[in-house]
Every structure is written in C-alpha cells, then in structure tokens.
C-alpha cells in the first residue's frame, strides 16, 4: 500500500504510530500546523505532493485493515530515536480483514470502541500485547498466537467465536463485561491455552460453549456475574483445566446447560455461591476427579436445577451444600461416590427431594440438619471420622434407613464406631441392634422366628440385662406355681426335702442342678409348666451364648 492511498484517517494513524499517540478517528482532525515544515518526503508534511492528493475526511471514520496491517508489519519509515510505537485506535470503522497470521508484531495494539467487518486473523502471530475495549467484532481468530503481555477483549461485543486454541498469554487474559453470541458451536474456544495470570470473566456473557479444557491458568479464574447460554449442550467445558489460585464463580453466575469441571486442578478454592446453574434432567454441574486444596463451596445461595456430580473429588478442606437449593428431580441429584473431604456439610436449603449418593465417600466431620435430610441417602462403604451433631441413636438410624438399597451393614457399623469414639456406647449398642432388626426382615420366615426370640430375650446380645429379667421372671412364676402345687416325689424315702425356688431353677438353668428335678415328678398343669420351664430355660441359654460370642467377636 503507497501513502498516496491513504485516506485522511489512515494519515493521521500514520502520523500517530511512531510515537504511540492515541487516535480518536470519530473527532474532528485538527487544522494543520503552519509550522510543520517537515520535508516533501515526510507524510502528512506542509507541501507535500502526498497531502494535496490525500482524500477528504469521510464522515464515517473508516480505516482500512490493510493499512493496519501494513504499519504493524514495518511499512513505516523506521523510528527516530526516542520513539515507541504503539498502535492506539479510537472510534474507527476498519474494513476488510486484518489479517496478521504468523505475523511478528514489535508495537502493542490498543483498539477502543472500533467496529470490525471482519473477523480478525492472527493465528500463530507474536506480539508484545493485544488491547480491545468497547468494540464491536464479528469475531476473533488468535489460536496459537503467542502475547507477551495481556490479551484484553473487555466490554466488546462478538457476534462469532473468540478463538484461543493453545494461545500462550504471558499477562492477564481479561474478557470483562464482554458479550460473544455463537450459539451453533463453540464461541469462546481457548483448548490448552495458557495464561500467565489472571482469566478475569466478570460479567462475560456468552451464547454457545465456552471451552477451555486443558488450559493452564498460573493466577485466578475469575466468573463472578458471569452468564453463560448453551441450553442442552456444554455452557462451560473446563475439563483439565489448571488453575493456580481461585476458581470463582461468585456471586452472579449462571449456567443454562452443562458446567463440567472434570480433572480440573485448582490450587487454591473453588466457589459457586450465589450462582445458578440450570440443566433440567441432566447433569447441571459435572465435576468428576478434580482437586481442590482448599474449599469446595456450592452453597449459601447456589440454585441448581439438575444434578451434581462430584465422583472421586478431592477436597483439602470444606466441601460445603450450606443453604444450597437443589431442585434435580427423580434419579440422582447429587453423586458424591468415592468423594473425600476433611469436612462435609449437607445442610442444604431444604431437603433433596430426590437420590443423594455417598457410596465410598471419605466425608471427614459430616455436618448434616434432621430437617434437611434428603428423601434417599446412600452410604454404602462411606465413612467419616464424627458426626458435628450426633442426636440420638434412634434419630441416627432413621437417617440410614433413608435409602432404596435395601440392608447393608456397614452404614450401620461406621455409625456404631462414631458414637464408640465419643464414648456412647450405649447409643453404638443401639445402633447394632437396629441392625440386627432390619437384617432379620430380608430372611426367610423360621430364621425370622429365631431372630424374634433372640430380639425378645436379649435384644440379639445388645440387652444382656433383659435374660436376667427373664430368668426373674420365670423363676417366680415357677416358685410360686410350685409353692401352692407341691409335686409327688419319685422315691418318698430318698427324695430331699422340696424347694420350690431351687425346683425352678433346676428347670430353668440346663447346666447346673440342685438335686430337685430328678427327685420330684409334676403332674398335669404342673408337668406342662414345667416343660416350658426347661424350654424357655434352653432358650435363654442359647441367645446369651449368641450375644457373648457377637460381643466378643466385636471387640
């Protein structure tokens, strides 16, 4: 391109570039400067032949992409010493497609509220930084490019994708108040790209998906008001992402579709309050094997229409539902199987209408409300080392009774062995009876029967005081039974003399004797008393024997 080409805008962009002067295009130029006498060679110098050929000023400030390019590219005369140029436009329309592929680019760019027909190419292009406010693109082309410094498309608006696939960003990557519409695909693609600092997203609207699975952020990720639209599809694909400090999606962040956060690797914490995700029956928020070393925060204010899953994340800290509204209906809603974290807490706004699945989670202090307790609770293998609020055992086996899976024991036994570690063993005692009890309902009817017996007269070993109530029991009913009804000695001549207490107990007690039962015979009622008395006595003796042998098989 000649600089007789050039239009009056494209002129005085010329004039500004080696020293880096800001050009706003939509203000009037100013009158020529009398003094300037620069030499006939010199663009835009008193005389020149270039001058009086130069077109008039347009009333739309339109500035071609072919003379940007040109003057990034070195068309102008090299610079005096001193100068630092810097390509700073205002208020321009460019045309035509600026298209700096693989292109070296030694001077900064910083574009305000500029309108593009075209999206932008600069596609493996290395330059020191890339400025873009208030303008207006319908898109942006810059996979692979390598930027020195920031890459800033703050407050524009993009009506195609923003394309940063494997782009290397030594700054801040800062996307502020900006708004990209490609809702048939992808309209912020930026797969393995790296950032040097900060991704700052603050109220970013996007229509489509935001994709940026396997990028690495070495500061925080910042979504805070951020809205992101792809209903039925991916609004944000951050699979393998790494963030270096904070991943914040707080307050003011909504999802319509899916959020997936899988492999992800935040060294620092990862927040939703305040949000809104929204993927009704399906996933709202996929977050399978990531790592957090701080908090895992979804709650205070967090909505989510869909369901949560967390499978195999690891929390340093807290992961925390407190006062979080999830509204999935039917099937799973929230899915923390093999989850671990040093706390839990499943206080949520109100109850899980719906699954909520901890198998082979590692809950560390699981903070939980009765109130709040979720329609279907699966602790299959889950465990956690106290219960921030214990209640009564009673209460305890309602909550692991809350589920569809039918009899498990080991739910039963990890709520025995917190109430053992805060010293109630009474409440453990309950707890394994109640298990015993719901066993007992899944076998066949004449072990049932058996468990009954056992239930009745030592609470399957768990009541050892009930079998010596029994004996009291029985014993005195047989006393004064046979007190009143004296039965007929065997042999008058050698037969002792009759003691109703000791006559009972020898019925009572198989395996010891006092010398009574063998020497007196009972007759009628008192015979079928007294082979009640033998029976209950045998029954006795087997439960006790049960009771000690699970107790000790217990310790």
């Given amino acids: 391109m000649r600089i007789d080409e050039l239009n009056a805008h494209e002129r005085r962009l010329w004039d500004a570039f080696p020293r880096g002067r800001r050009l706003d295009v939509s203000e009037a130029p100013a009158p020529p400067d009398p003094a300037n006498t620069t030499g006939p060679g010199s663009p835009g110098g008193a005389g020149s032949p270039e001058d009086a050929a130069a077109p008039a000023a347009p009333a739309d400030p339109v500035i071609r992409a072919d003379a940007i390019a040109a003057l990034l590219l070195g068309a102008h005369a090299e610079p005096t010493p001193g100068d630092r140029p810097a390509l700073r436009l205002t208020g321009a329309h460019i045309t035509g497609r600026l298209d700096l592929r693989f292109a070296e680019i030694a001077a900064p760019i910083l574009l305000t509220d500029c309108r593009f027909d075209e999206a932008p190419l600069l596609q493996g292009a290395r330059t020191r930084q890339l400025v873009m406010t208030d303008c207006a693109l319908p898109g942006l082309v810059a996979d692979t490019a390598q930027i020195d410094g920031r890459l800033v498309v703050s407050h524009c608006r993009l009506t ?75 609004a944000l694909d951050a699979y393998h992402v790494r963030v270096a400090e904070d991943f914040t999606c707080h307050p003011g962040f909504s999802a319509e579709g899916r959020v997936i956060l899988s492999g992800a690797t935040v060294a620092a914490a990862v927040g939703f309050c305040g949000g809104r995700l929204s993927n009704p029956g399906g996933i709202a928020l996929e977050a399978v094997d990531v790592t957090v070393d701080r908090n895992f925060d979804l709650g205070l204010g967090l909505t989510v229409d869909g369901a949560v899953k967390l499978d195999g994340t690891r929390v340093g800290t807290e992961l925390s539902f407190r006062d979080a509204e999830l509204t999935g ?227």
């Fill in 160 to 234: 195609g994708p923003l394309v940063l696939n494997r782009t290397q960003i030594n700054g801040d990557l800062d996307l502020r108040d900006t708004t990209v519409v490609f809702p048939e695909g992808e309209a912020i693609s930026a797969v393995h790209a790296q950032v040097g600092g900060d991704a700052l997203c603050t109220n970013l609207a996007v229509e489509g998906t935001f994709r940026l699975s396997g990028a690495s952020i070495d500061g925080e990720f910042d979504l805070e008001g951020a809205a992101l639209r792809a209903p039925g599809s991916k």
């Fill in 329 to 555: 209906k039917g099937g799973t809603a929230l899915s923390l199987r093999a989850t671990q974290a040093r706390e839990t807490d499943l206080r949520t706004c109100r109850p899980i209408d719906a699954v909520v699945d901890a198998r082979n989670a590692r809950l560390g202090t699981l903070y939980d409300a009765q109130d709040t307790w979720p329609t279907d609770l699966r602790l299959a293998d889950a465990t956690y080392e106290a219960l921030a609020f214990p209640l009564p055992a009673a209460e305890r086996v309602r909550w692991i009774r809350r589920t569809t899976d039918g009899y498990l024991p080991q739910p039963y036994e990890q709520l025995a062995a917190a109430y053992r570690r805060l010293g109630h063993e009474d409440e453990a005692r309950t707890v394994l009876l109640a298990k015993q009890r719901h066993r007992r309902a899944t076998l066949p009817a004449h072990i049932r029967l058996w468990g009954h017996a056992q239930d009745l007269s030592v609470g399957y070993g768990y009541r050892p005081l009930r079998a010596a109530l029994w004996l009291l029991a029985l014993l005195a009913c047989g006393s004064l039974y046979f007190a009143l009804h004296t039965p007929a000695p065997l042999d008058p001549g050698k037969a002792p003399p009759f003691n109703a207490v000791f006559y009972t107990l020898d019925l009572l007690v198989p395996i010891i004797t006092f010398g009574q039962e063998n020497a007196f015979a009972p007759h009628d009622t008192g015979q079928w008393l007294s082979y009640a008395l033998i029976a209950s006595g045998w029954i006795l003796a087997t439960t006790v024997t049960a009771g000690i042998s699970r107790a000790v098989n217990r310790q």
